[in-house]
Nanobody, 123 residues
Framework: QVQLVESGGGLVQAGDSLRLSCAAS????????MAWFRKAPGREREFVAA????????DYADSVKGRFTISRDHAKNTAILQINSLKPEDRAVYYC????????????????WGQGTQVIVSL
């Protein structure tokens, strides 16, 4: 089992930046691909970004390319999502997900999920 705990969400203004963190525990962090998904009000949960277990491959949804950056800190067993130039449409609950070794692009590829952290963007 892998336990994932997200943090860093909150109420921000459009144009601000935010740093979301996902702390992982329970299994060797290095062997897990980490990903972020988000669920906006009235919409399905969607893929945002992923970083493979080795860190050498990154993947982003087209809607966030250039503004979102995913990274991982093996020393702290943490995955990070840096969000810049926030827009009102970025409002959502952001979920951290993990899967052993394989890349993540859709929900079914994720074996473990966090509880989510909410991001609200005001004008």
């Amino acid at each position: 089992q892998v336990q994932l705990v997200e943090s860093g969400g909150g109420l921000v203004q459009a144009g601000d930046s935010l740093r979301l963190s996902c702390a992982a525990s329970g299994r060797p962090f290095r062997s897990y691909t980490m990903a972020w998904f988000r669920k906006a009000p009235g919409r399905e949960r969607e893929f945002v970004a992923a970083i493979i277990w080795s860190g050498v491959r990154l993947d982003y949804a087209d809607s966030v390319k250039g503004r979102f950056t995913i990274s991982r800190d093996h020393a702290k067993n943490t995955a990070i999502l840096q969000i810049n130039s926030l827009k009102p449409e970025d409002r959502a609950v952001y979920y951290c997900a993990a899967a052993r070794y394989r890349m993540i692009r859709v929900e079914s590829q994720s074996a473990f999920w966090g509880q989510g952290t909410q991001v609200i963007v005001s004008l």
